[in-house]
């Protein structure tokens, strides 16, 4: 009568009493008769990931030249807790955003992506990594999304890739790591691969590497050369050289997402803009391009910005008043930053529940084409 006859039934009947109990307790306390509901979806929308090719390639890689400091952050990495193992065990992945509640990550080949490569290894690699991406979102679309990588230094190969991405794989965007050996995308030899992006609808994430070969001498003492600081300003200056280029003006449609809050650019927005206008303006003849609208303006019209590594409830309320919650999103940057932050960040912000709900999810619906939650 012991072993048996303890069985599964007779527990869970003693369970089930206890629970209604509890509930009957419980809502009596709280004065309701329903349960909570359930946590507001979460899409986080710069989630890092890799796969064993990607970082056989990149230990291949030589450390002198180009990319000589993207391969000394790679091999730092290695050596930092359990980054590289997070980047490509799913099961990690999937337990961390269960704990967390995370509904979906939208997943990305880490950075530097396929750009620290030759032109026809990049290719390849990008048409590799896209692939495996597409299989990932197949088997599990309800938890992730993914972005397509590319590689600027083969452009018609990268454009032939954002159309089989978008049309053949179905992915949400593509993403592309900064500069590509030192060149920036406001280069009209690179507009191309704009216009591939708009005509697919494709967003396209412009995501921080190590600084530009030209500068990066400066960032190397004082270990400034990543999340610290190097690579908002590395992505910083990538991104306005892109809206002054008029890269925006000749593609109205073209739709740019950068992450950590903007890359700093919002806290200048008064300056850039103040001094656009003087430069156009009072001089003769203007010393910058003359474009269709303010600096600033594109951050409404062509550019979302993200919350990746920058869990600060300030910067957040003052995004929201000069960026506006339309053209923010969540994210978590993992596995480079801790998603029981972020969360917590996001789940706590001191915003009005409809502009939360836009920032932690409704946007990247629209932005990324993912489907809402039924
Ligand atoms: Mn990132």
Same mark, same amino acid.
């Given at each position: 009568?012991?072993?048996?006859?303890?069985?599964?039934?007779?527990?869970?009947?003693?369970?089930?009493?206890?629970?209604?109990?509890?509930?009957?307790?419980?809502?009596?306390?709280?004065?309701?008769?329903?349960?909570?509901?359930?946590?507001?979806?979460?899409?986080?929308?710069?989630?890092?990931?890799?796969?064993?090719?990607?970082?056989?390639?990149?230990?291949?890689?030589?450390?002198?030249?180009?990319?000589?400091?993207?391969?000394?952050?790679?091999?730092?990495?290695?050596?930092?807790?359990?980054?590289?193992?997070?980047?490509?065990?799913?099961?990690?992945?999937?337990?961390?955003?269960?704990?967390?509640?995370?509904?979906?990550?939208?997943?990305?080949?880490?950075?530097?992506?396929?750009?620290?490569?030759?032109?026809? %290894?990049? /290719?390849? !690699?990008? +048409? &590799?990594?896209?692939?495996? $991406?597409?299989?990932?979102?197949? *088997?599990?679309?309800?938890?992730?999304?993914?972005?397509?990588?590319?590689?600027?230094?083969?452009?018609?190969?990268?454009?032939?890739?954002?159309?089989?991405?978008?049309?053949?794989?179905?992915?949400?965007?593509?993403?592309?790591?900064?500069?590509?050996?030192?060149?920036?995308?406001?280069?009209?030899?690179?507009?191309?691969?704009?216009?591939?992006?708009?005509?697919?609808?494709?967003?396209?994430?412009?995501?921080?590497?190590?600084?530009?070969?030209?500068?990066?001498?400066?960032?190397?003492?004082?270990?400034?050369?990543?999340?610290?600081?190097?690579?908002?300003?590395? %992505?910083? /200056?990538? !991104?306005? +050289? &892109?809206?002054?280029?008029? $890269?925006?003006?000749?593609?109205? *449609?073209?739709?740019?997402?950068?992450?950590?809050?903007?890359?700093?650019?919002?806290?200048?927005?008064?300056?850039?803009?103040?001094?656009?206008?003087?430069?156009?303006?009072?001089?003769?003849?203007?010393?910058?391009?003359?474009?269709?609208?303010?600096?600033?303006?594109?951050?409404?019209?062509?550019?979302?910005?993200?919350?990746?590594?920058?869990?600060?409830?300030?910067?957040?309320?003052?995004?929201?008043?000069?960026?506006?919650?339309?053209?923010?999103?969540?994210?978590?940057?993992?596995?480079?930053?801790?998603?029981?932050?972020?969360?917590?960040?996001?789940?706590?912000?001191? /915003?009005?529940?409809?502009? &939360?709900?836009?920032?932690?999810?409704?946007?990247?619906?629209?932005?990324?084409?993912?489907?809402?939650?039924?």
């Amino acid at each position: 009568m012991n072993g048996p006859e303890t069985s599964e039934s007779s527990f869970n009947r003693r369970a089930i009493l206890k629970a209604g109990s509890a509930t009957l307790t419980g809502m009596a306390a709280a004065g309701v008769a329903k349960a909570a509901p359930p946590p507001m979806r979460l899409i986080a929308v710069e989630e890092a990931w890799a796969c064993p090719e990607w970082m056989d390639a990149m230990a291949s890689v030589p450390a002198q030249g180009l990319e000589e400091d993207e391969v000394r952050a790679f091999r730092m990495l290695a050596h930092i807790g359990d980054i590289h193992a997070r980047l490509l065990d799913m099961q990690l992945r999937q337990s961390t955003m269960d704990q967390n509640a995370v509904d979906m990550h939208v997943l990305s080949l880490t950075a530097p992506g396929v750009q620290s490569f030759d032109g026809a %290894t990049a /290719l390849r !690699l990008a +048409r &590799l990594t896209n692939d495996r $991406l597409a299989r990932i979102v197949a *088997d599990q679309p309800r938890r992730y999304a993914a972005l397509a990588s590319v590689p600027p230094q083969d452009v018609p190969g990268a454009i032939a890739e954002i159309r089989r991405a978008r049309r053949e794989l179905g992915l949400n965007g593509i993403i592309i790591n900064s500069h590509t050996r030192g060149e920036y995308l406001d280069d009209r030899k690179y507009w191309p691969l704009f216009e591939a992006a708009a005509e697919t609808g494709a967003p396209v994430y412009i995501h921080p590497r190590t600084p530009n070969p030209a500068m990066a001498p400066l960032f190397r003492d004082y270990n400034l050369w990543g999340a610290i600081y190097g690579y908002g300003a590395e %992505t910083g /200056l990538h !991104l306005i +050289r &892109l809206i002054s280029s008029g $890269l925006f003006d000749a593609l109205p *449609d073209l739709k740019v997402v950068v992450g950590h809050m903007g890359e700093g650019l919002p806290y200048w927005f008064y300056r850039i803009d103040h001094m656009h206008r003087n430069m156009v303006t009072l001089a003769k003849p203007p010393l910058r391009p003359v474009l269709k609208k303010m600096p600033s303006d594109y951050f409404r019209s062509n550019i979302s910005i993200t919350t990746s590594g920058v869990n600060w409830h300030q910067a957040l309320q003052f995004a929201d008043q000069v960026v506006g919650a339309d053209n923010i999103m969540f994210a978590i940057d993992y596995p480079y930053e801790r998603t029981e932050e972020a969360v917590s960040f996001i789940r706590s912000a001191p /915003l009005p529940a409809d502009k &939360l709900e836009r920032i932690a999810f409704r946007n990247a619906e629209r932005v990324f084409g993912i489907k809402p939650a039924a």
